[in-house]
């Protein structure tokens, strides 16, 4: 069925964000960070347009999601590494675990080893054995293809980025690793961190982590909902739970097919905007789960079944919402039939 909100996706904007990425990577190797669905827009389709547009190196959470990429024949990694019930689908071999701890590097020796990718933690204190355990001799015999790590602060002027900078490169020739990576979208657009292989996400989906990449990065996702229903209000009525908008005049009102549970959320109520024939008409009362109100009375034209697109430029829209733009992208519900162009 027919759904009655939908996601449009450019997928020329997608590969353009990839190369541009890639152009700014240098020397290094530019791959995509596809977990989380593909950041919401969905994995399958946005790993098949990065590997026709020359992406080789594809990184995912978890084995599930490894999974569902298996069919089209990538290479891809698995960041979260690989538990004693993922074994079966490591050792299938359609995807690399990336080990982060000593009971991951021994589980996969134990197994007999393999290609396998390796996070060594820099500051983060998330993911990744420390810089000790490699100077102990832990990595010693595996076949590493990818010595990483991961940036805390590379959306930010921040001292730390250089130190974990300086903490990574003292690990080069350190252990086997064919290549070293360091670099997320943010950690691109700063000088000297790109080492031999580039992980972008966020800017990949139209995302702008730094000032720096604002006029190179375009938007991907373009929000569109259906009018259930054109209505009346009368000066002095509200719209909405907790009748947080009051009608100062008598108002025509359009309710959205679209909500909260959609990844609309509540952070839009009485400050998001939908586009109407470059018509910006504001979101008024509050965002529920499944609806959203709108001031459609400059726009006599706008009837029960028009679709109207919602203001999902990705900095803006955290801005208003109060949301964070991986928050926004990886929000994006079930509900939405999803649109290619």
């Known amino acids: 069925m027919p759904a009655p909100l939908r996601l ?3 997928g020329d904007a997608l590969v353009q964000n990839w190369r541009t990425l890639d152009r700014m990577s240098g020397t290094a190797a530019c791959g995509a960070a596809v977990k989380a669905n593909g950041y919401g827009l969905g994995a399958i389709d946005v790993a098949r347009r990065l590997a026709d547009a020359g992406c080789r190196d594809f990184f995912v959470s978890n084995w599930q999601e490894a999974a569902e990429l298996a069919p089209l024949g990538l290479t891809v990694s698995v960041l979260h590494g690989v538990r004693e019930e993922d074994m079966p689908a490591a050792a299938a071999g359609f995807a690399r675990p990336v080990l982060n701890t000593p009971t991951q590097v021994a589980r996969w020796k134990a197994a007999g080893g393999g290609a396998c990718d390796v996070m060594v933690d820099t500051g983060m204190n998330r993911l990744g054995i420390s810089a000790d355990d490699i100077a102990g001799g832990l990595l010693d015999g595996l076949a590493i293809e990818t010595l990483m790590s991961h940036l805390a602060c590379a959306d930010e002027d921040s001292p730390m980025n250089e130190a974990q900078r ?7 020739g350190r252990t086997a690793a064919r290549r070293m990576s360091l670099a997320n979208s943010a950690g691109i657009a700063l000088k000297g961190y790109a080492f031999d ?3 972008p996400g966020l800017a990949l989906y139209g995302g702008v982590p730094r000032a720096g990449l604002a006029d190179a990065i375009e938007s991907v996702v373009t929000i ?5 229903q054109r209505r009346r209000v009368s000066v ?5 739970y907790n009748a947080t908008w009051t009608a100062t005049a008598d108002t025509d009102v359009a309710i959205l097919n679209l909500g909260y549970a959609d990844g609309y959320f509540r952070g839009f109520s009485n400050c998001g905007t939908a586009l109407a024939g470059g018509i ?7 965002v529920s789960m499944d609806l959203v109100a709108i001031d459609v009375t400059s726009v006599p034209t706008m009837q029960e079944g028009t679709w109207l697109a ?11 919402s109060g949301m964070s733009q991986y928050e926004l ?3 994006l519900g079930a509900r939405f039939d999803r649109h290619w162009d």
């Open 197 to 199: 292989l580039t992980r």
């Open 310 to 320: 919602l203001d999902f430029a990705l900095p803006e829209a955290a801005a208003l």
């Open 8 to 10: 449009r996706l450019d």
């Open 280 to 286: 910006a008409i504001p979101v008024i009362g509050r």
């Open 329 to 331: 992208l990886t929000g």
């Open 236 to 240: 002095g009525q509200t719209v909405g």
């Open 224 to 228: 569109e909902a259906q009018i259930l």
């Open 166 to 172: 300086d903490r990574f490169a003292a690990l080069v």
